[in-house]
């Protein structure tokens, strides 16, 4: 069947900016719009269920069943959303993208901001762990040439990281549009702003907008990267940072997540970084 489309004569909704993706990237890009211009019309648009509606049949041990289309892992907050390890909050620009990116001060500012921005709602500011590794630690991983990061983390639980997306949620509601299960299907140049497709369900929707902020994730990289390159825009290629995961049982786990909640050990071959390591030994370490 067909999508079906709005009357072509229908009236044309116009936003001043709209924003694809409601993960962090995207609500904090609402969140900084509203509050530097308040009065802007902005749209939010996001492809995945709301926060609260995000259960996975994987994790109860059933099949997956593609969920029609919509895969509550990868979309609506990413996967830290989803899964129960809850999501782990660096004080520092961890990895060194964003560094090279913008510069050491710049990722500073902005590390502190979401920081800020992700622990405000919470009843008593989360505790700061990693700081304090023990001689112990350092000493067996470095006896095998590699080094321990010493950085402050802090550990939100799922509870927790549901008030926090909820809290964000709450502060745009009176000050911006959020549609979700409607994603952004395709832009065309439109006089000094965007003609935008938006699908939902069957159906398309036609807006225009001024601004156009592609928050999309990893969900949308390829097709985000598409829109971007049929808009006349060049991109770099992106860093590619290959992850493997490998799972142990909990109680393995554990005499690390003492140490340090996310704990990152790099193997070092003279002055040049081989690998990157990282742990997640907290409580619910290895419970995938
Ligand atoms: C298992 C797992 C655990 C993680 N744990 C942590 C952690 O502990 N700490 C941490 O800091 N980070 C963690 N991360 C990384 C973190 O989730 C990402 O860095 C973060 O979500 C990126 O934010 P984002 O807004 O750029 O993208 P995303 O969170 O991926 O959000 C993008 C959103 O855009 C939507 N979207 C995509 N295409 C469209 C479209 N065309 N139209 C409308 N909407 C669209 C998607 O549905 C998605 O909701 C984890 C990631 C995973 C997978």
Request: aromatic fraction near 4%; proline fraction near 6%.
């Amino acid at each position: 069947m067909k999508p079906s489309t709005a009357h072509p004569s229908a009236h044309i909704e116009h936003w001043d900016v709209v924003i694809a993706g409601a993960g962090p990237g995207g609500l904090a890009c609402a969140r900084a719009l509203t509050e530097q211009h308040p009065g802007r019309r902005v749209l939010l648009l996001e492809a995945g269920r709301t926060y609260d509606r995000h259960p996975c049949p994987v994790d109860k041990g059933f099949a997956c069943t593609g969920c029609a289309g919509i895969c509550n892992v990868v979309s609506g907050f990413g996967g830290s959303m989803h899964y129960g390890d809850g999501a782990k909050l660096s004080l520092l620009p961890s990895g060194r993208r964003l560094i090279d990116h913008f510069g050491a001060t710049t990722a500073q500012n902005l590390c502190s901001t979401a920081y800020a921005w992700l622990t405000e709602p919470l009843a008593t500011a989360p505790e700061l762990l990693g700081q304090n590794l023990t001689d112990r630690a350092i000493d067996a991983f470095d006896a095998n040439a590699l080094a321990i990061r010493e950085y402050p983390v802090a550990v939100l639980g799922e509870s927790d990281l549901g008030r926090v997306i909820k809290d964000f949620h709450n502060r745009l509601a009176t000050a911006v549009t959020v549609r979700h299960t409607t994603e952004l299907a395709a832009a065309e140049p439109n006089g000094t702003g965007l003609l935008l497709t938006v699908r939902s369900g069957r159906t398309l929707q036609r807006l225009s907008a001024d601004h156009l902020v592609l928050a999309t994730g990893r969900r949308g990289v390829t097709s985000t990267t598409a829109l971007l390159h049929s808009l006349g825009v060049t991109t770099d290629l992106p860093d590619i940072s290959l992850g493997v995961r490998f799972e142990m049982a909990a109680p393995l786990l554990a005499p690390i997540g003492e140490e340090h909640p996310d704990l990152k050990i790099t193997q070092t071959d003279g002055a040049r970084k081989v690998k990157t390591f990282c742990f997640c030994g907290g409580p619910n370490g290895g419970r995938l």
